[in-house]
């Protein structure tokens, strides 16, 4: 059983900053890509940054120049680096994995870690 688990949410105020971190349970080498994704309350769950197995990076738009995704291979961990937070970056974080080959359907997911952006 895979697993991803997610720390380093929590409350911040607007301007502030905050380190996601997410361990697997296997070799990200064997996720590509691996990345983030969050979900508003309300909202339906959307990607924020992923990163490929050759360090390649994509970001939506509303987090580029603020948020930065990185990797440590030896560790099998993820990492989500938020500066500049808004209000509007209030959600549950997921790290999520996708084994290549294989249809959505088999990607793996975290339990989620809350942000909380205060005004």
């Known amino acids: 059983q895979v697993q991803l688990v997610e720390s380093g949410g929590g409350l911040v105020q607007a301007g502030g900053s905050l380190r996601l971190s997410c361990a697997a349970s296997i070799s990200i080498f064997r996720l590509n890509p691996i990345g983030w994704y969050r979900q508003a309350p309300g909202k339906q769950r959307e990607l924020v940054a992923t990163?490929?197995?050759?360090?390649?990076?994509n970001y939506v738009d509303f987090v580029k120049g603020r948020f930065t995704i990185s990797r440590d291979n030896a560790k099998n961990m993820v990492y989500l680096q938020m500066n500049s937070l808004k209000p509007e970056d209030t959600a549950v974080y997921y790290c999520y994995g996708h084994p290549p080959g294989m249809p959505a359907s088999y990607d793996y997911w975290g339990q989620g870690t809350q942000v909380t952006v205060s005004s």
């Open positions: 990163i490929a197995d050759g360090g390649r990076t």
